[in-house]
């Protein structure tokens, strides 16, 4: 995980073993998503999604040990298959919306391959931005598992 101090701005850069078609539909189709949205002691117990630019999202994240519930969601701002997303993240704390962030995500094909950058921003400290490192990086790790399944 890269982080730009500057912006306070969290990069990630993963490459998958899958052409970047499969993986932007991984990201796109609900169906996919279920299998591999969410850390590997969160993972995604209902999604909802309307991908379209204005189209919503939420989430649910539910732990198997001890069954707390976390939700999040946001809005699709821009969706240009299969080279990029742009959407709004926030997670619903306490009946309201927490702090919004921006998402971006692109996809990048190579040699059969697919080189994602995640970004991510703004964030309320350091603690905050790392946390989203680790709970991203660990959700791209069953998202890999997810593409070799496909294969």
Do not use: C
């Amino acid at each position: 995980m890269a982080v730009e101090p500057s912006t306070g701005e969290l990069l990630i850069t993963r490459v998958f073993n899958a052409p970047r078609a499969l993986v932007f539909k991984a990201w796109t189709d609900p169906a996919q998503l279920a299998r591999w949205w969410g850390p590997h002691d969160y993972p995604a117990t209902s999604i909802s999604m309307d991908v379209r630019p204005g189209g919503r999202w939420r989430h649910r994240l539910t732990s198997p040990d001890t069954g707390n519930e976390l939700w999040l969601g946001g809005v699709f701002r821009e969706i240009v298959p299969p080279e990029r997303l742009v959407f709004t993240f926030a997670w619903e704390e306490d009946g309201e919306r927490g702090l919004e962030t921006l998402v971006t995500v692109t996809f990048a094909e190579r040699s059969g391959k697919t080189t994602m950058t995640f970004r991510q921003a703004p964030f309320r400290s350091d603690a905050q931005r790392e946390g989203h490192g680790y709970g991203w990086n660990s959700t791209f790790d069953r998202l890999v598992d997810h593409l070799a399944a496909l294969s």
